[in-house]
Every structure is written in structure tokens, then in C-alpha cells.
T-cell receptor, first 113, second 113 residues
Framework: GENVEQHPSTLSVQEGDSAVIKCTYSDSASNYFPWYKQELGKRPQLIID?????GEKKDQRIAVTLNKTAKHFSLHITETQPEDSAVYFCAASIPGTASKLTFGTGTRLQVTL | DAEITQSPRHKITETGRQVTLACHQT?????MFWYRQDLGHGLRLIHY???????NKGEVSDGYSVSRSNTEDLPLTLESAASSQTSVYFC????????????FGPGTRLTVT
């Protein structure tokens, strides 16, 4: 089955700096890669996703890049703010599995003042 | 507004007892999922369903069962609770028409003593 690895497990940045979280996946057939943000005590919520026919997608301060050849994808957050502090999860989905996702183990991002 | 709810939000039970966690969604989604979340492991899939009367095992299904008698509900049963099943449990749903986004419930914190 699919295996998703996520790094780093913790990341601390100063407010205004950029943050990058990286994930690799094992199944080259995977075609959907979402990123979820989970604030303390809350449910995971989708913040951005990308499909395998696209190399990059942006939404304001966040962007996701995908390298299908290397089987890795990354989340980029620019101009970080304290409210960006949370745990971020990447995931991957294989076609024909009705959106079944395999998640990475999460990255705890701390944005310091 | 459509939503996904879980009950109870907190549960303490004793080893060996049967426990059922409820998940109810009003999105009219075909796909429903149960995950457990533990520190260092991210979100791991327990069981999932593609529709009424359909259930499938995920990566950590031992000791758990589900049933799908209607579109809205996917209850998760712990047949004989064990301390290793102390965790936070999330239910999620997604549309079965090709959209991949999963919407998560608020979670249930289960403690097995």
C-alpha cells in the first residue's frame, strides 16, 4: 500500500519568515495530495490540495509543489503569522480508492514573535 | 448547514467493555472513514465505507468493527476495549462522485482504563 513520509516533525520559525514542509510518497499511481491543518484540540481541515496533473498551486500565502518524478511534494507558507502555528499533515490518494487517504505523521509548526 | 458530528466527545471506559462511537453526517456523502490519532503516528485509517452495506478494513482495524445501514451514519465499535485503544478518534466523509476532499468530525477522546 501507499506510504507517506513527512519531515520535519517539528519546525520553529520567526514571524514573517517562510516555512517549508516536505513529504514523500511511495506509490507512483497516487494522484491527489492534500494538506490539512490541525489546531490544538480541533479537527483537521483542508488548506490546499494538488492533483498530479499540476506542478504547483498557490492560495494567498500558501503554496504546494509536486515533483512526480521524485515522488515528493511540499507545502510552502510565506510571511508566517502566529495563527499559522498548528500541526500540518500531508496525505496521498491512489486512483480508484474512492478518496482513501494515507497521511504523513505530521509537522508541528511554531511561529514565534 | 451540512455537517459531520461525533458522539460522545469524551468517553472513559474500562478494559474489556464494548464501546460504540457514533458518527453522523448530513452532507449525503457516500464515503465515510474512521481514523485514530496518536502522537507520532498521525492519522491512521481504521475502517471505511463506500456506501450503504459496504465496509472495508483499514491499516489498524484489529479490535474494531463498523456497520453502514444508511448513508448518514457509520458507528465504530470496539468489541473489547484495550488500553492500547486509548486515542482520539476522528470520523470523516467525502463525496463519492470524484471529489476527494474529506471533511472531519470534531473527534472523540477515548480513554480505556
Amino acid at each position: 500500500g501507499e506510504n507517506v513520509e513527512q519531515h520535519p516533525s517539528t519546525l520553529s520559525v520567526q514571524e514573517g519568515d517562510s516555512a517549508v514542509i516536505k513529504c514523500t510518497y511511495s506509490d507512483s499511481a497516487s494522484n491527489y495530495f492534500p494538506w490539512y491543518k490541525q489546531e490544538l484540540g480541533k479537527r483537521p481541515q483542508l488548506i490546499i490540495d494538488i492533483r498530479s496533473n499540476v506542478g504547483e498551486k498557490k492560495d494567498q500565502r500558501i503554496a504546494v509543489t509536486l515533483n512526480k518524478t521524485a515522488k515528493h511534494f511540499s507545502l510552502h507558507i510565506t510571511e508566517t503569522q502566529p495563527e499559522d502555528s498548528a500541526v500540518y499533515f500531508c496525505a496521498a490518494s491512489i486512483p480508484g480508492t474512492a478518496s482513501k487517504l494515507t497521511f504523513g505523521t505530521g509537522t508541528r509548526l511554531q511561529v514565534t514573535l | 448547514d451540512a455537517e459531520i458530528t461525533q458522539s460522545p466527545r469524551h468517553k472513559i471506559t474500562e478494559t474489556g467493555r464494548q464501546v460504540t462511537l457514533a458518527c453522523h453526517q448530513t452532507w449525503n456523502h457516500n464515503n465515510m472513514f474512521w481514523y485514530r490519532q496518536d502522537l507520532g503516528h498521525g492519522l491512521r485509517l481504521i475502517h471505511y465505507s463506500y456506501g450503504v452495506q459496504d465496509t472495508n478494513k483499514g491499516e489498524v482495524s484489529d479490535g474494531y468493527s463498523v456497520s453502514r445501514s444508511n448513508t448518514e451514519d457509520l458507528p465504530l465499535t470496539l468489541e473489547s476495549a484495550a488500553s492500547s485503544q486509548t486515542s482520539v478518534y476522528f470520523c470523516a466523509s467525502s463525496d463519492g462522485s470524484g471529489a476527494y476532499e474529506q471533511y472531519f468530525g470534531p473527534g472523540t477522546r477515548l480513554t480505556v482504563t
